[in-house]
């Protein structure tokens, strides 16, 4: 289970932080990140961190947004800084094992412009 935190309302240029936190064993082959969707839209990657601390972001969030995970805690977390009116959307944390995909709760992230 997946309990995602941190959305909330912010102007353009303003930043956010969003957590999850997995219950369970999440196991050192696993992948967790953040997607998101936005109104009428699919839902889309933006950020992955494999156990061992390897990332990737897509280029939209690229510079603007830091994936960092702590497998102590069994957390995963998305600094959001120079929010843009685009990246209005529901985000949701995902975490990949064994074959599987386990999702989140999602949190509404509103940027103002």
């Known amino acids: 289970q997946l309990q995602a935190s941190g959305g909330g309302l912010v102007q353009a240029g303003g930043s956010l932080r969003l957590s999850c936190a997995a219950s369970?064993?999440?196991?050192?082959?696993?992948?967790m990140g953040w997607y998101r969707q936005a109104p009428g839209k699919q839902r889309e990657l933006v950020a992955t961190?494999?156990?061992?601390?390897?990332?990737n972001v897509v280029n939209s969030v690229k510079g603007r947004f830091t994936i960092s995970r702590d497998n102590a805690k069994k957390t995963v977390s998305l600094q959001m800084n120079s929010l843009k009116p685009e990246d209005t959307a529901v985000y949701y944390c995902?975490?990949?094992?064994?074959?599987?995909?386990?999702w989140g709760n999602g949190t509404l992230v509103t940027v103002s412009s």
């Open positions: 961190i494999t156990y061992y601390g390897y990332t």
């Open positions: 995902n975490l990949l094992q064994q074959g599987l995909n386990y």
């Open positions: 369970g064993t999440v196991f050192s082959i696993s992948v």
